[in-house]
């Protein structure tokens, strides 16, 4: 791998200039690294708000974004503006989402251990849809909606015992999970046995099934529809959510299938399942809709030259920033913004300023020959579980999150501060 970076693996509005410098929505992106210091997260607002609009295309109205890829109060209008529902897993998410204006009708309330906070937070809001997860949950539930007579709207969550060919650690559709009722052991009959019929409390609107993310192979889906249809039919409600996890690549060669193709993958199976088309059929996407539509900078500060071993290019974030290499092993590219059309013959190491060995941003990272310190190294497809897992570890005060459209720079996220860092401490 020695090419150029592929453009297409860069923001939408991503254009190389005269010269090789990368420009985002009209907006040069060293000058943006200049102005708001290094690492920085520079997203393409219509690029997000682009493919908000095609999984509203594919899938309706009750398509919801899952928050936990990347939030914060400007992601929380521009999704609620562009016709999303959105999917908030803790009180946290709720309180954001809640706090930004967005709609409480809405919002899906999700988690496999939703304090009596949490719901009482989402009930006093009038949350859209509750999922629910566990019978303790549901004990709760019964409980605080007897306690002030509400009836929300749930939805089931179920385990249909198909995996999804991913990373283990974000699989969810198998038996052995901690998500949900499993549907071999009996457990989503019993749950939704308890919801049919009730006179007060929740009122049960329909299923939800999510096996996992990063998935490619789009007849997973299709498997977990034949799984769960029996089932489903069975219940006579109208809503069927197939969760998240459309896969995105990350490094070239790496496909993303569209929300087209997910949607007609879903619908066919659907279809050829017998799940009648009043039916609706919503996922809840959160990585395929940000994931591309942001570059990470950072600023190189040493190269390490091993002769023999490697070469270890060492940037001022890293793990507190991407978690995503340590975690899962997930593999980046890499390029130089000032010249971001250049061949990239040289293998380097990419690491962070941690103290960890594991610390590394990009194991064996492609990139220009003359990469030197004090150059603008970036990451593309960095807007997905990078901006939302970041930690203050080694207190690294987390980076400033800036959007960019029609030649205008905003920051959504300030940077933190070292003030910031002691601001709880007592
Ligand atoms: N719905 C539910 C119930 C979920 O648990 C998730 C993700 C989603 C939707 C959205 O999945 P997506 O479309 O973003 O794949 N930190 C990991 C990903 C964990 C995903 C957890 N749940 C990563 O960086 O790959």
């Known amino acids: 791998m020695t090419g150029p970076l592929d453009i297409s693996m860069l923001p939408e509005h991503a254009e190389v200039g005269k010269g090789g410098r990368l420009a985002i929505a009209g907006v040069d992106v060293l000058a943006l690294c200049e102005e708001h210091g290094t690492p920085l997260f520079i997203y393409d607002e219509q690029h997000i708000r682009n493919r908000c609009r095609e999984a509203v295309a594919a899938f309706g109205g009750d398509v919801a974004y899952a928050s936990k890829a990347f939030f914060c109060s400007e992601m929380a209008r521009v999704v609620h503006a562009e016709g999303m529902r959105i999917d908030v897993s803790t009180g946290g ?10 709609a409480p009708d809405r919002l899906v309330l999700h988690g496999n251990n939703k304090s009596d906070a949490e719901l009482s937070m989402a009930l006093k809001a009038g949350v859209g849809r509750i999922v629910v997860d566990s019978f303790d949950e549901m004990d709760r539930l019964d409980r605080l909606c007897s306690a002030c007579s509400a009836r929300p709207a749930v939805l089931v969550r179920v385990t249909p015992g198909v995996e999804a060919h991913t990373h283990e650690y974000v699989m969810t559709g198998q038996d052995d999970s901690k998500f949900g009722f499993g549907l071999a052991s009996g457990a989503a009959e019993e749950a939704v046995s308890r919801l049919e019929g009730a006179q007060a409390g929740p009122r049960l609107v329909g299923v939800h099934v999510h096996i996992g993310s990063q998935i490619f192979a789009l007849d997973s ?3 977990a529809i034949e799984a769960i249809a029996p089932f489903f039919s069975t219940l006579g409600v109208e809503e069927l959510c197939i969760g998240g996890g459309l896969g995105v690549g990350y490094v070239e060669g790496e496909p993303t299938p569209t929300f087209a193709a997910w949607a007609a993958v879903v619908r066919a199976a659907a279809a050829d399942a017998g799940i009648p088309p009043e039916v609706s059929l919503s996922a809840e996407p959160g990585r395929a809709i940000v994931a591309a539509a942001a ?5 190189v500060g040493t190269v390490k030259d091993l002769p023999g071993i490697r070469t270890y290019v060492s940037v001022d974030g890293g793990m507190s920033d991407n978690p995503r290499p340590v975690l899962y092993g997930s593999g ?3 390029f130089l913004p000032r010249e971001a059309g250049a061949f990239r013959p ?3 190491t990419v690491v962070g300023k941690h103290c960890e060995s594991g610390d590394l941003v990009v194991r064996d990272a492609a990139v220009p020959e003359d990469l030197v310190v004090g150059d603008v190294l970036a990451t593309p497809v960095t807007g997905a579980y990078g901006h939302s897992m970041a930690s203050n570890y080694n207190k690294v005060p987390r980076p400033a999150v800036v959007w960019v459209r029609d030649g205008a720079a905003r920051v959504v996220v300030r940077r933190e501060t070292f003030e910031d860092l002691v601001g709880r401490d007592l």
Do not use: D, K
């Open 332 to 334: 980046y590219e890499a």
């Open 346 to 348: 040289r293998t380097v």
């Open 221 to 223: 889906y299709a498997r």
């Open 93 to 102: 998410e709720l309180y954001v989402a809640l706090r930004a204006g967005v």
């Open 295 to 299: 570059i990470t900078c950072y600023s």
